[in-house]
């Protein structure tokens, strides 16, 4: 073949890539070590009554909201990337604690997006994080406002990161639910595989949530189940949308907390139960703030785990916002309704 023929069949191959759809699998999802409790009928929950992190002073990075806590058991304690936003970028800060409830921030952000990439200077925050195979995985949301993306960043010691220069979960197939954006991630290290629960959004803003697995972080497969979660119905606290899914392995199967989001852009929490972590059913109750401060916001829900106690951590605002400007806080809450083995 000629080199010209050479060519063009480099980039028809390149087209055909770029074009063809996400991948898809039939999965379950295997290899979870449960969690040492066990759950007793309805599970309400017991917030403290002030927040856990608290914004920065004005001008800081993180001054306008600070939210979305992604904590992992890292070196004798836990390691918690949340997001703060100054008002035009978000990004990706880190702080540490002993106990999971009191927690010391470095002062600068450790995760910056990147306007030269394919990330954009909107965002590089809104992640999951995870301690397996010997590093700290993070996979955070990216790219133009309602068009994001997922990427990756690694780390040995929880400050310095290595992004992938790419996007690691894409844009869903055209027509899809995800074919918009997709965000909200949420990750699980299970034996060989990483699973990733997270947010799509379609062309007329609606948003689910769905699962996909991938064995090295980087390449995944789409359920062919998804969307896994789907909105609510007319006056539902869920009905403009959902996200920020929370994915906990109990006894009697997986538990998620997720976001909804009601007519009025209020958000609060939701329960859903699934025996293999992929065919998922609603439950009961609906979790709300009672403080000032997480009085309209209640999102981000994140599992805190230790001694067979059941502990969350979760953002709030005073303000009803689908996304940002909320005066975002993190808190913590007991949870009610649990008792260890």
């Known amino acids: 073949m000629s080199r010209l023929g050479l060519l063009l069949a480099a980039s028809a191959l390149l087209l055909l890539s770029a074009c063809s759809p996400p991948r898809q699998a039939q999965f379950a999802v295997t290899g979870c070590e449960a969690a040492a409790v066990a759950w007793s009928g309805a ?37 918690n990337l949340y997001s703060g936003y100054d008002g035009k970028t978000w990004r990706t800060g880190v702080a540490f604690s002993d106990d999971g409830l009191v927690w010391r921030k470095e002062a600068a952000p450790v995760i910056d997006p990147d306007p030269a990439s394919w990330e954009g200077d909107y965002i590089a925050a809104n992640g999951a994080t995870v301690a397996a195979r010997g590093r700290l995985w993070h996979w955070y949301q990216a790219g133009p ?31 899809s639910w995800d074919e918009s954006a997709v965000g909200d991630p949420y ?56 996200g920020e899914p929370a994915v906990l392995l109990a006894e009697d199967g997986f538990w998620m907390l997720y976001v ?27 979790l709300s703030g009672d403080q000032p401060w997480n009085e309209a916001v209640v999102c981000d829900p994140e599992w805190l785990i230790e001694d067979g106690r059941v502990r969350l951590l979760f953002g709030g605002g005073d303000r009803p916002s689908p996304d940002e400007g909320l005066n975002g806080q993190v808190g913590w809450a007991e949870l009610l309704g649990s008792i260890g083995e």
């Open 260 to 286: 909804g989001r009601d007519a009025a852009e209020r958000r609060r929490l939701g329960w859903a139960h699934s025996d293999d972590g992929v065919r998922w059913a609603k439950t009961g109750p609906v």
């Open 43 to 79: 599970v309400g929950w017991s917030p403290a009554a002030e927040p856990a992190l608290e914004r920065g002073p004005a001008g800081a990075w993180d001054s306008v909201d600070l939210l979305n806590p992604s904590v992992a058991r890292w070196q004798d304690g836990w390691i």
């Open 145 to 175: 406002r309602n068009q994001t993306r997922l990427g990756l960043a690694t780390s040995t010691d929880g400050k310095s990161w290595r992004k992938e220069p790419a996007a690691v979960l894409g844009l869903g197939a055209e027509g």
């Open 187 to 242: 990750a699980l290290a299970c034996g060989e595989w990483f699973y990733l629960y997270y947010l799509g959004q379609d062309r007329f803003g609606v948003q689910r949530l769905g699962v996909a697995r991938s064995a090295d972080g980087k390449n995944w497969q789409r359920s062919h189940r998804n969307p896994i979660l789907e909105t609510g119905g007319a006056g539902d606290f869920d009905e403009r949308g959902l």
